[in-house]
């Protein structure tokens, strides 16, 4: 499979598929959050998504007015807590009566906590969960995919394969057969005195001898060098990585998260966020996305289930 050049084309591709398998049946909780029916309402009208609501029905109303969205034909499932919509949308998903999840009106952490910590929860023994943000600034003309910036606050030596194999599933929906992959730190040097510099170059050699998914992994390596051909040379930094790198892995959920507000807020940039390791995707977008990102996961969700 070639790889796919921008967002635009994998929407088609995934609309292709909902032509052939039909669409995705989305629950989204809780559901009164404007930018996430917005999103639905493009979705749907690309025949992505059919949409389940769970929530207060009065309060999804009048934000659907708001956001100049018909919602009549949706499902509206009554909830007045935000915890009991989530807990909802998992036994519609659990039950097979919903094929995906997306995160509504609710605080990261908290929708986190319900869907992983609750005994009603997803979480499963074995599963390793990360986050992966799919970003396509305008200034690289190419995805860039970022992890992990919201699940993994300090993941181990061990760990960080894990997060590798879950962000190289994503790069292979996108036709990236053997991406490239950056260990970023703040410095190319390894430094013994320096944990994160040293646990970089261990996982790099740990890549190297088969450890991680198919896939170039190189580090550490600072994001200039790790993103931008020049800044490489001039830096000195040779490899197949450097300057190229399709994939930029942090070795904290700090660096992670700033890494991907800064992609956010500047240069025309377009996204999507999906949680992944749990069986099935979900859409987990930051609240100061564009509504765009939210159907932009709807689409990578429709080929990871369907594809």
Not at 87 to 111: T, V, W
Not at 164 to 193: M, Q, Y
Not at 270 to 286: E, N, T, W
């Amino acid at each position: 499979m070639n790889p796919i050049q921008n967002f635009d084309e994998l929407r088609t591709q995934a609309v292709d598929l909902a032509r052939q398998q039909g669409p995705l049946k989305v629950v989204l909780a809780p559901a009164d959050d404007p930018e996430s029916l917005y999103s639905l309402k493009v979705a749907a009208e690309q025949g992505l998504v059919s949409p389940i609501l769970v929530g207060d029905p009065a309060r999804i109303a009048r934000l659907s007015i708001q956001a100049h969205v018909d919602n009549t034909s949706w499902k509206v499932i009554p909830s007045f807590n935000q915890r009991e919509a989530v807990l909802e949308a998992l036994h519609l998903l659990q039950s097979g009566e919903a094929d995906l999840l997306a995160r509504g009106n609710l605080k990261a952490g908290d929708f986190l906590k319900v869907i992983a910590e609750e005994p009603a929860g997803l979480r499963r023994e074995g599963q390793f969960w990360s986050h992966v943000g799919i970003f396509w600034p305008q200034s690289l003309g190419r995805f860039l995919l970022v992890s992990d910036a919201f699940i993994n606050n300090d993941p181990s030596v061990e760990e960080m394969p894990r997060i590798i194999d879950n962000a190289v599933e994503i790069a292979h929906l996108l036709g990236l057969v053997k991406p490239r992959v950056a260990l970023l730190t703040g410095v190319e040097a390894v430094d013994t005195r320096l944990e994160a510099v040293e646990g970089a170059a261990t996982i790099a050699r740990m890549a190297a001898q088969g450890c991680v998914q198919e896939s170039l992994v190189d580090g550490p390596m600072p994001y200039d060098a790790a993103v931008d051909e020049e800044a490489a040379r001039r830096k000195n930094y040779l490899g197949e990585v450097a300057g190229r790198a399709d994939m930029a892995i942090v070795n904290n959920i700090e660096v992670g998260h700033a890494l991907y507000k800064a992609l956010l807020m500047h240069g025309p940039v377009r996204s999507a966020g999906l949680l992944v390791g749990a069986g099935k995707p979900i859409v987990f977008c930051s609240r100061n996305e564009a509504p765009e990102a939210r159907v932009n996961a709807f689409a990578l969700a429709i080929k990871m289930i369907r594809g």
